[in-house]
């Protein structure tokens, strides 16, 4: 079970010394103008997160390792309006964001039970926020979900709902902590009628990164997920 790794002490981005001194990590990359990506973060088993920066208010895709230098760097772009959740092995520090920056978190409602201690907002199928959709993608987990944004030919933050292969292709990957295979499969078919060449252009995966050779985006993103053998996928092995 995941759950909000955050300590009782939350990061204070006006009290800096409580915060225990370490090694700057790597800064986030710039993927477009207003995007960026942060490292691996080891409290989401290696997840990716990202930061899209918008005038109306920024908003944070899953947790980032939270640390006096992430917070200094998302205080210095203008702090996080929003916090969402694609799947329930993003959660990491989501009680200590939104106690230094009182942002909203989105989370779809099937994972809302792993954070008792946190203000929620909740979704069931489709929810629209100001310059992101959030698309209900059941599968690797119960509330797995991906969330769309329409900018730069359109970009899908798909967690680990589908995730770059050793070829850097990307894949709905099926292991032991799968929850439900066929639920994931289905909500692949979901994607591919739901978006066009024409509103599809990226992916940002959540993970799995290093297998992108140094390219920040999966490109084509439409016409690779189309080319996704659906049968052939319900029968796939499990990888461990």
Request: proline share 7%.
């Amino acid at each position: 079970m995941y759950l909000d790794s955050s300590s009782p002490t939350s990061v204070n981005t006006t009290n800096s010394a409580s915060i225990p001194a370490k090694r700057p990590p790597k800064p986030p990359q710039a993927v477009f103008d207003n995007i960026y990506a942060f490292s691996p973060n080891s409290d989401t088993l290696g997840g990716t997160a990202y930061l899209i920066v918008e005038k109306e208010g920024n908003i944070l895709l899953d947790c980032p390792s939270f640390d006096e230098f992430t917070c200094e760097f998302l205080t210095l772009h203008g702090g996080v309006k929003t916090l969402v959740i694609t799947h329930r092995g993003g959660i990491g520090k989501v009680r200590a964001i939104q106690n230094s920056f009182d942002c909203e978190v989105l989370i779809q409602e099937q994972e809302a039970y792993l954070l008792p201690k946190v203000k929620l907002t909740t979704f069931r199928q489709e929810v629209s926020l100001e310059r992101l959709k959030a698309i209900w993608t059941p599968g690797h987990s119960p509330g797995s979900s991906c969330f769309y944004y329409p900018r730069y030919g359109g970009i899908l933050f798909a967690g680990r709902h589908l995730l770059p292969n050793r070829q850097g292709e990307p894949v709905p990957l099926r292991t032991s902590k799968t929850f439900q295979w066929h639920w994931q499969i289905n909500s692949l078919k979901l994607l591919q009628e739901t978006f066009t060449p024409e509103t599809l252009t990226y992916i940002c995966p959540g993970a799995n990164i290093g297998f992108l050779r140094g390219k920040k985006v999966i490109a084509n993103a439409y016409q690779q997920l189309a080319t996704l053998d659906l049968a052939s996928l319900k029968t796939s092995a499990i990888i461990e």
